[in-house]
Structures are given as C-alpha cells and as structure tokens.
C-alpha cells in the first residue's frame, strides 16, 4: 500500500506502476502551481490579492489547436520577459527604453497601444482571463457497482452474466480534460435466455484519469466481475466498440505490462471466462446496422452506451457556465 496525497492508500496489487505515475505527476503539478504563484508573487507581476488558475493555463498550453506563436505572447506578456525596447534595456542590451516621439517607457503597453494613455493593458486582461472561477461540484457520485434485472436493481451476489451468450460493454465520458468536471462510467449489457436485461454499471472512481479510455476498461472489467468459469465451456463472447480493449485482450502485453495504466482492472478471475473480445462499429443508425445484417450487436452497444451513460456523475447548469 502507498499513501498519496488527495487519494488515499493506493494498492498497488491491484494497480499498476504507471497508474502510480499518474498520481505522482498530478502531485507535481500541484507543487509548480504553489511555485509559481510564489515566483509571480516575489516578481511584483500580481497583485497581492490576485491569482491565477494554473490548470487553465496549462489546458490552453496544450490545445494543438491554438498556434505556438499565441501561446509564447501570452506566456512572454504574463512574465513579463516580452522583448520590448525597454525589456532589452534592462537586461543588458543595446536599445532604447523610451519611446523618440513621446519619450515614455517603450514597454508592452506602449508598443501595443502607441503614444498617448494605454487603453489596453493586454498583461491585466490576460491575468483576468485567467482569474481562478469558483469549480462546480460534481454530484450523484456512486462509486459502486449497480446491478439491475429488467430495470430492476439486485445484490450484486445475486448477479451473473451467462457465458454462453454474448455480453456487450461500453464506456461514457463528459469534460474530458477540464480536471474540475470530468467524469466517466462503464456499462456492461446481456440479454439473458430468459429473454431479460441484465446489466452492470459502475463510474470511474474520481480518484482514477476519467477519459473514454478508462470507461471502457471499466465497462470490461464489470464483466470480468460478473462472469464465472464453468468447466467444459469454452468461454463467453464479449462485444465492444472499443479497439484498445480488443487490442489488449487479444495481445496481453498490452495490459499485463508495467505500463499498462489500466492493467488493474483486468487483473480478475472473470477474464479467464472470457473467450474472444469482437469489434463492433460505433455510431451506427439503426439503418445502416440492418442493412449491415448485424441489428443484433447494434441494439446491444446502443443499451451498453446508454447505460454508461445513464451511470455518469453530473454538474447541471454550473458545469456548463463553468465550460
């Protein structure tokens, strides 16, 4: 067992060392915010009252979307390193650090604005951009495996999927990257020969990465909880839209290795029930899975989907101002 910080005892039997990297990173995260508003405090370049919200910085430093250039001003103009005349000045170079029409400071605001009284302090706007907002909370968080017959909830010691039919999962995410909102579940779907719907839905405990990727490997391991070995059977089918967990189950490297983030999850019994994990297609209409004759696995990933999603924890209104 290892304490970490904001999470509790992680066990690393049922972990893995890169899941441990996950912690370790966003602890250090944690300690260059606390450094660098200490820097920006030392260096006069925020008001005493006045902070910034490190994490939103840094989501926009990681949008591919947004060109490098964008972001070199922003960083360059809050820390006050821009290479303006009178930057250059004071650090040693040869230039000028007033303006020859005016003779005032030629520093960020004046070579942006001109001559004359600033009417943009590109410097305060940013900082006001990146004024920390009050985070939503995240509500109807059940961290536990919820297991219901037709719509009709049961102990989990009396649920059980039938290997010899095949079991459909599938994972739900919202927010992906907004640390303050995201949220992700996972879902497994059977209909049983007493012609019944059994399912199993659980959420991404808030202490793992919430992403698409970890609802899935959620979903699965809900089987994997679920399914029992019987001799003589050759095991059960599972259905999944999801690539990277057809990719693992059928190169175990994939989630037996060290840097299997995941690898946890599959770490059960249940997945030595398990006899082949198939592909198939997401964000099908109806139409084109009948015209494909294959309604049947569509209709089981539409139940798996909206079951995943049905299982996600939620912001209401707050989360989308928030966004």
């Not at 989501?59 to 490098?68: A, D, M, V, Y």
Request: aromatic fraction near 10%; charge should be negative.
């Amino acid at each position: 067992m290892i304490s970490a910080p904001g999470v509790g005892d992680l066990d690393m039997t049922r972990g893995s060392p890169t899941m441990l990297k996950h912690y370790v990173v966003l602890a250090h995260q944690d300690n260059v915010n606390k450094e660098l508003a200490t820097l920006f405090a030392v260096k006069g370049l925020l008001a005493a009252d006045q902070t910034l919200d490190w994490d939103l910085l840094r989501s926009f430093l990681g949008k591919k979307k947004i060109p490098s250039i964008d972001k070199a001003a922003c960083i360059a103009a809050l820390y006050g390193s821009f290479p303006t005349p009178a930057w250059l000045w004071a650090h040693g170079w040869e230039a000028c650090n007033t303006c020859f029409a005016c003779e005032q400071t030629n520093d960020l605001a004046h070579v942006t604005n001109g001559c004359g009284p600033p009417n943009i302090d590109y410097v305060k706007d940013i900082a006001k951009a990146l004024a920390p907002l009050r985070k939503p909370e995240v509500f109807d968080i059940v961290e536990l495996m919820l297991c219901t017959i037709n719509g009709c909830p049961v102990p989990m010691e009396n649920f059980a999927f039938d290997p010899d039919l095949p079991i459909y999962t599938d994972g739900s995410a919202m927010h992906v990257g907004i640390m303050a909102l995201a949220v992700s579940a996972g879902a497994a779907f059977q209909i049983g020969k007493d012609g019944l719907h059994y399912v199993v839905r659980c959420q991404v405990p808030r202490a793992f990465p919430q992403s698409a990727v970890a609802a899935e490997h959620m979903a699965i391991h809900l089987v994997f909880r679920f399914l029992y070995l019987r001799a003589g059977h050759r095991g059960a089918t599972i259905i999944s839209d999801c690539q990277a967990v057809v990719s693992a189950f059928a190169h175990p490297h994939l989630y037996q290795g060290y840097r299997a983030k995941f690898g946890g999850l599959w770490r059960e019994p249940g997945l030595l029930a398990v006899y082949e994990v198939l592909k198939t297609p997401a964000h099908r209409t109806r139409e084109e899975a009948i015209a494909q004759n294959d309604e049947a696995n569509w209709f089981g990933n539409d139940k798996a989907d909206y079951w995943a999603k049905f299982a996600l924890a939620g912001t209401d209104k707050d989360g989308s101002d928030y966004t």
